[in-house]
């Protein structure tokens, strides 16, 4: 199946300072990709589309400013959380589909202390 | 009421016990996904179905989407402590077209929890 990569898979970072996460499509193209957030011991919940070239669309309740998402090129997606706070701590995880399958990166485990 | 309903929450089972989890949608969807977890790690992908009907096995593992394509079930044979985890199902809702929207809405997971 297609890959999907995920960077960094795990990161700890200083409350007030910004996280960029990166999510690529290795062997495919992806328009549109997708990221996730999972809070421990819940499931997975959509926090936004990322487009190819266009803005991004937030699920109601995620905050734009705060979560930056850039998907400057077909293989590229990154989200930064902006001014992380321990709340932010959580399971980042991004998905991109190959034809009509989806596919998903490792995630990324961000702690902020 | 939830859009994606995964049942049970937890289950606990002896080794060697037959089970099941169950995902049920309350809309038509385009494709059904089926996931193992373990706790604060990544998806290991298990099936994805698509067609109405369409059961697929892959080891001691079967997982079946009903003909309305609503409802899908995970089954487990003979489980063992390797089977041990989170299973989540994602589920493609299909768009007004019959098509996907590409992303996924998660069911809020089954614990499982398999005694040797």
């Known amino acids: 199946g297609a890959v999907v990569s995920q960077h960094p898979s795990w990161v700890i970072c200083k409350s007030g300072t910004s996280v960029k996460i990166e999510c690529r499509s290795l062997?495919?193209?992806?328009?549109?990709m997708f990221w996730y957030r999972q809070f421990p011991k819940q499931s997975l919940m959509l926090m936004a589309t990322?487009?190819?070239?266009?803005?991004?669309?937030?699920e109601q309740g995620v905050e734009k400013d705060k979560f930056l998402i850039n998907h400057a090129s077909l293989t590229l997606s990154t989200l930064t959380v902006t001014s992380a706070h321990p709340e932010d701590s959580s399971f980042y995880i991004c998905?991109?589909?190959?034809?009509?399958?989806?596919?998903f990166g490792q995630g990324t485990r961000l702690t902020v202390v | 009421s939830q859009e994606l309903e995964q049942s049970p929450q937890s289950l606990i089972v002896q080794e060697g016990k037959n089970l099941t989890i169950n995902c049920t949608s309350s809309?038509?969807?385009?494709?059904l996904y089926w996931y193992k977890q373990k706790y604060g790690e990544g998806l290991i992908f298990l099936m994805m179905?698509?067609?109405?009907?369409e059961e697929k096995s892959h080891e001691k593992i079967t997982a079946k989407l009903d003909e309305k394509k609503q409802q899908s079930s995970l089954h487990i044979t003979a489980s063992q402590p390797s089977h041990a985890g989170i299973y989540l199902c994602?589920?493609?809702?299909?768009?007004?077209?019959?098509?996907?929207?590409?992303?996924?809405?998660f069911g809020q997971g089954t614990i499982l929890t398999v005694h040797p």
């Open positions: 179905l698509q067609k109405g009907g």
């Open positions: 990322s487009n190819e070239g266009s803005k991004a669309t937030y």
């Open positions: 998905s991109a589909n190959s034809y009509t399958e989806a596919f």
């Open positions: 809309k038509t969807l385009y494709g």
């Open positions: 994602g589920a493609d809702v299909a768009n007004a077209g019959g098509t996907s929207y590409g992303k996924l809405t």
């Open positions: 062997d495919f193209q992806a328009t549109t």
